[in-house]
C-alpha cells in the first residue's frame, strides 16, 4: 500500500524539523512547505531546505507572501527591534498577526490537492513565545473550519491537523528528536540569525531553543555570531 501523505509546515526551526521527524516516523510521504512572507532573514528558508532534504520529505516548496506589507511585528517591520532577554511578559513583538492562520491555509490548500488528510504543524503552548496562535484552542478551530472548507472533507476525507508538540517542553521535544536521529545543526531557531545561519543567543527563540538542550542533556550544536 501507498504511504498515507501528509503536509509538514517547514520553517528550517527546531520544532518544525521534528515535528516532520515524527512524521516520517509514523510513515506518513511527507510535502513540506514553507514561506518566503517578509521575514528578517532567509537563513531558515536554506534550513527548511536541509532538513527536508535529510529527512527524506518527497517535495519541499517555498511559497512567496508578503506578510511585511503589514508589519506590526519584529519579524516583518525592520523599524521594530528584536527583544533580547524580554522578560516583560504579554504577547511579545515577534508574534506575526495571522501567521499561523494564512500558513495553515496554505497546507490546508495544497493537502487537498495531494490527497492528504493530515497536517502536522510544530506549534508549543509550553515553551511559547506568548503567540495565541500556538494554542490547542486555535489547533481545533482551523480544524473543524478545514472540514467545512475543503471539497475533500465535504466528500468524507476528513483533515486532521496535527500538533504533536503542543504540550511538550523543549527539552522533551530535542529528546525525541534525538532518538529519532534529527540533526539540530541543520536547523536554525533564531529571530536575528545572520546570513550564514548563525544565532545571537539572546532573543526569546535562542534563549528557549538553549534551555531546551541544557535541560535535555544534549549537546546544543547551534552556530552563534555573538558572545552569550
Not at 68 to 75: H, I, K, P, V
Amino acid at each position: 500500500m501507498a504511504a498515507k501523505r501528509a503536509v509538514v509546515l517547514s520553517s528550517g526551526g527546531l520544532d518544525s524539523t521534528t515535528v516532520l521527524a515524527i512524521a516520517r516516523s509514523q510513515g506518513f510521504e511527507c510535502f513540506t512547505l514553507s514561506f518566503d512572507y517578509g521575514q528578517r532573514h532567509r537563513a531558515e528558508l536554506d534550513a527548511s531546505n536541509r532538513v527536508s532534504d535529510a529527512i527524506g520529505a518527497s517535495e519541499h516548496r517555498i511559497v512567496r507572501l508578503d506578510l511585511s506589507a503589514f508589519g506590526g511585528s519584529a519579524l516583518t517591520d525592520m523599524s521594530i527591534d528584536v527583544p533580547e532577554d524580554d522578560e516583560s511578559g504579554g504577547i511579545p513583538v515577534t508574534y506575526v498577526p495571522a501567521r499561523n492562520t494564512v500558513f495553515l491555509s496554505y497546507a490546508m490548500a495544497w493537502a487537498e490537492v495531494l490527497g492528504a488528510n493530515d497536517i502536522f504543524i510544530g506549534v508549543n503552548a509550553v515553551d511559547y513565545s506568548g503567540y495565541p496562535d500556538c494554542r490547542p484552542e486555535f489547533i481545533s478551530a482551523f480544524e473543524g473550519m478545514a472540514n467545512l472548507a475543503t471539497k475533500s472533507a465535504v466528500e468524507g476525507q476528513k483533515m486532521s491537523i496535527q500538533a504533536p508538540l503542543i504540550d511538550l517542553t523543549k527539552a522533551e521535544i530535542i529528546r525525541i528528536g534525538a532518538k529519532l536521529g534529527v540533526d539540530y545543526g541543520l536547523t536554525v531557531s533564531c529571530y536575528q540569525a545572520d546570513e550564514q545561519g548563525r544565532a545571537c543567543g539572546r532573543c526569546d527563540s535562542c534563549r528557549f531553543r538553549r534551555q531546551g538542550f541544557d535541560e535535555a542533556g544534549v549537546a546544543d550544536p547551534t552556530p552563534y555570531f555573538a558572545e552569550r
